[in-house]
Structure formats: C-alpha cells, structure tokens
C-alpha cells in the first residue's frame, strides 16, 4: 500500500521569524526576505520554456509521463540535465533531481533545507518555483511525494543517468525508496536523452561557452605570469584557478605538469599537479577546463620557461602545431568528424606516436563524439559536424621513444560557415 503521508508543511514568514531554532521549520523554510538582493545571471524564460519543450518531446517519444533528472558535481555531468533545466550546480551531494511531469510544474529536489535551499530559490527562479528540500538525504521520499500528487503513481516514469560517462544512475538506496512508494509505477532506464538535447547549442548557451573560453585564456596568462624558477606545479594550478574563480566561473579540471627539456620523461600533463618545483630548462604541459555557469570549455598549450630545447622547438614547428591546425581546418559545418581521426594519421607518418584520441565533442563537458585513433564514437547525429556544437580539437603527439609529449587544444564553436575558436590564446610555443 502507498506512503501517502503528506510532506511537512511549512510555517508562514511572520510565525517563523520568531522561532528559527526549531530545527523542523527553520529545514522547511520559505518565503523569507533571505537573500532578496541576491543578483544571480539567468537564462530568458523562453530558453528555459525551449529546453523543458525539448525534454517533454523526448518524454513523447517515449512514452512518459515524468522523468527524474539529476546532476552532481562529478566531472562527467558538471551538474548534467539538473543543471540544464535549473541553473543550480550542486556540491553538497552525489546528486540533485528534478521531476518533470509531462503536464505541471517541475519540481527541483535540493540536498539542503533552510537558508541553503532559501538561496537556491532565488538562483533558480528564472527556470521554475518549486525547490525542496531533501529531508536530510531523503531524495527519493520528496520525489514520490511529489509524484502522487501529481497522481501519477501509476505512470511510466523515466530515470535519466547522474553519469552519462560511466552509465551512472541513481542511488540504489534511492530506487528501493521509489519501487517501495511507487509499486505501481513504471520505472524507466533512459539512456543519453541529455546529450542529444544538448548536442546542438543555443545562442544564450553558446555565448556562455565564450565566456568560459576567456576564462581559459585568463587561466593560462596566470599559468605564464606565475611560473618561474621554485614555483610548484600546485602553485600554477592555485594561479589558474584564482583567475578562472575571480572571473565569475568554475574550474572543472585543472591539469598541470612539468618536465626538464633536456631529458624530459613526460607525455600529458599530470592530473594531479604536485610539489615538484620548476626549474629553468623546464617545460610546462597541461590541459585546462573552466565552466560558466555550467558550460564549458578547455585549452591546453606548452609553456617554456627559458629558450626551448632544439628538439621541443622542432617538435612543435614541424608536429603539433602542424596537426593541430590540420584538425581546426576540417571542423565546419557538413564535414564528416571522421576527417578529424584521418588527419591524425599524419603522426605515424611523421614517425612518431600520439595518445590514442585526438578530439572530442563538448555539451556541458566533454562528451560525444569522441575521435580516437581507431575510430569516432558516438551517435549517428555525432558523425557530422553541425553549426552549434561545441568541439575541443587536442592533439597530443608523442615521440618515438614515448619519453615527450605536447597537448595542443583549443575550443570552437562551430558556425553557418566554419568555425569559432572561443579563446584568443595564441597558437605558438611560449617562453618565459
């Protein structure tokens, strides 16, 4: 038998105000002045009102009447579709959800009660109205809450993956609570709904991919500007991220790692940025990837400290510069993505090696299509390129004896008739 226990109800402004060390009203707070002038960018409500289209003309498609859509902070969702129809990027938990009926308001489940959820209100309201708190973890409860109320206990309810990546979805303490609330209920593995709305980008989200893009060049002129001798690779990691945080955005990853030119023993940056010092003679290789609000984009490109080395001079100018800007030229509007992986054979016909992929796609982070070296994989809609994706072209040759490598990358938006480079970093070897 259904839990049809309705869900705590909250107190009026005037009757809270003077009792907020009750832990159960100050947790279902509401309609407080709280955060009033609080001054939060938004997307228009019609994007708003176009992407909930979208959604529910998936749902159509396949037959549903609801879906549970989350997003956590995890670098393959960034927040994910609960970002998308929110604005919200969660780091309290593994996940946030919104519920989204067919017909009716969504309703976003947020981790927090009290001041914290009160904040969220006003962060989200451009997208919708109806943000509750998760009593304490309780997701699951709030969801079913809301489900019956919308009397759609019996319906077929979709569960979109929190990690797309990884195939992700939520909690199994969380699914026990719907299939126990629900038993009547439908209970749907969706699979990429997510990526395929967002694989083609809109004005208001391209225009938050070029933010992101300066955000990266802000992050490599730190990168420039902090290093020198005795500097520590988590120190130019703390520089970029202060100049991704100061200009209003997010660091989604920050890989940074060094080694002397002379006998270098590096291919890829390192993802874990650690106390070794830097030294002149040294080279600086990373990859970066910085979000606005929820949308990003990524950069990487070396960064000597003093004159290059013969051979990472002639690497450069005659191996990574040359594929990089072969790759660039092939991302327009009708080009199969496939050009992407044939010009990189290019680097074993140079004699050296790369890392098996070359580029990939961008939605909120990076996603499909993926182009390695034996083959791009993705969707049949990932396989040409279209005006309004978002494409990060990162080659990294390797040499021969696999002891050096260069990443190359920069972001670009593709356009009616090309492409778009969203930072204006300058592709050549620094020194400084």
């Known amino acids: 038998m259904n839990d049809t226990k309705p869900r705590r109800t909250f ?96 309703t976003l489940v947020y981790s927090m009660g009290g001041t914290h959820a009160e904040s969220v209100r006003r962060e989200t309201a451009a997208a919708l109205s109806d943000v509750r708190g998760s009593r304490g973890g309780q997701f699951a409860e709030v969801i079913a809450d809301r489900i019956i109320e919308l009397g759609l206990e019996r319906g077929r309810i979709g569960l979109l993956e929190i990690d797309p990546r990884h195939r992700d979805y939520l909690p199994v303490n969380q699914y026990d609570t719907l299939r126990k609330r629900l038993p009547e209920a439908e209970l749907v593995f969706t699979v990429g709904f997510i ?9 208001e989200e391209l225009d938050c991919v070029r933010t992101a893009g300066k955000l990266c060049e802000s992050a490599m002129q730190a990168i420039m500007t902090r290093a020198e001798p005795g500097v520590s690779e988590y120190e130019l990691r703390a520089a970029a991220g202060a100049a991704i945080l100061e200009g209003g955005g997010d660091i989604d990853f920050l890989i940074i790692g060094t080694t002397p030119m002379a006998k270098p023993a590096m291919v890829f940056g390192n993802p874990r940025p650690s106390r070794r010092k830097l030294a ?48 660039a030229a092939e991302i327009k509007p009708g080009n199969p993505v496939e050009a992407i992986r044939t010009a990189g054979k290019f680097f074993r016909e140079k004699g050296v090696q790369s890392r098996p992929i070359h580029a990939h796609g961008i939605d909120l982070v990076t996603d499909q299509p993926h182009v390695f070296t034996d083959g791009v994989h993705g969707q049949a809609f990932d396989q040409v390129f279209r005006p309004g994706m978002v494409f990060m072209a990162e080659p990294n040759p390797i040499t021969a004896d696999g002891n050096f490598g260069i990443f190359l990358g920069h972001t670009f938006i593709v356009t009616e008739t090309g492409h778009e480079c969203v930072d204006g970093f300058p592709w050549e070897l620094v020194v400084v």
């Open 11 to 106: 107190l009026p402004w005037e009757e809270l105000r003077t009792r907020l060390d009750e832990s159960p009203h100050f947790n279902t707070m509401r309609g407080t002045p709280y955060y009033r002038d609080a001054v939060y960018e938004q997307f228009s409500a019609a994007e708003y009102a176009r992407r909930y289209a979208a959604l529910r003309a998936k749902m159509r498609e396949h037959k549903l009447d609801a879906v549970i859509v989350p997003g956590g902070p995890s670098h393959w969702s960034f927040g994910g579709g609960m970002l998308w129809l929110t604005g919200h990027w969660e780091w309290h938990a593994l996940a946030c959800y919104v519920l989204v009926p067919l017909e009716g308001e969504p």
């Open 195 to 203: 990526h395929e709305l967002l694989s083609l980008h809109s004005a």
């Open 280 to 327: 002149r003679g040294d080279i600086i290789i990373m990859e970066l990837a910085a979000g606005y609000r929820g949308y990003t984009a990524q950069i990487g490109s070396p960064i000597c400290l003093g004159p290059p080395t013969d051979m990472v001079r002639r690497f450069w100018e005659e191996i990574t510069l040359p594929a990089f800007q072969m790759m």
